[in-house]
């Protein structure tokens, strides 16, 4: 199983690295939003940590939606046959599960980097990075699945668009929250319950994604 888990990743990451303008297009869109808050927005006002981490989440937000979303896009109906014969459709959404999260991450971490470098990096701490491998993993997971409901619809972007929505949002609210307490070394007591409840919501997602992409792959 991990073999094959492995010949999918590997398979994915030879296709987007023969697609690079696929990878350059997210980032230019990463940085191209940044750059706009950097020119919109005064410096002295960006620069605490409510509207700082707002803003940097918000980015976060519509970066992984564009590039998660095309997770099964690039996966022809031909191909889909092929696949058929020889994954099984839990070592095919384990693989695009992992994938995703690590593609996720690095663009995480481009964003952090060109966001620190335009707008400071005063609220950057331990528990922040922590807390970026935790989002990339809540977001991927939950986008991992939506994309691969969507692939099964004909108009499959306005579909990632209904459902990414109302999934991400909450999940996105929980971050901020937990962000803007992390970068003071707040109690563990005031961001545990938005902790819990973001960790039950990976629990669903993996959960979901690993029970119905079984169905959606049969069909």
């Not at 099984?88 to 481009?110: Q, V």
């Amino acid at each position: 199983m991990l073999k094959k888990i492995f010949n999918i990743l590997y398979k994915d990451l030879k296709i987007d690295l023969s697609l690079k303008h696929l990878f350059l297009s997210v980032a230019l869109y990463l940085v191209s939003a940044i750059y706009i808050i950097y020119v919109a927005f005064d410096f002295n006002e960006i620069y605490e940590s409510d509207i700082w981490i707002s803003l940097f989440w918000i980015v976060i937000l519509f970066v992984s939606i564009t590039s998660i979303s095309k997770s099964f896009f690039h996966e022809s109906h031909n191909r889909n046959y092929y696949y058929f014969y020889l994954f099984s459709p839990s070592e095919l959404i384990i693989a695009k599960l992992i994938y995703n999260f690590i593609f996720l991450l690095i663009l995480f971490f481009i964003a952090i980097l060109f966001y620190s470098l335009l707008l400071g990096n005063l609220f950057l701490s331990k528990n922040f990075f922590l807390l970026l491998f935790l989002g990339a993993f809540s977001i991927s997971n939950c986008l991992t699945l939506i994309s691969a409901i969507s692939f099964q619809v004909k108009r499959n972007s306005v579909i990632i668009g209904i459902l990414s929505f109302p999934v991400i949002i909450p999940i996105l609210k929980i971050l901020i929250d937990i962000s803007k307490v992390s970068h003071i070394n707040s109690s563990w007591n005031v961001i545990e319950n938005d902790f819990y409840i973001l960790i039950l919501i990976n629990i669903i997602a993996v959960s979901l994604s690993y029970i119905l992409f079984n169905y959606l792959w049969k069909n």
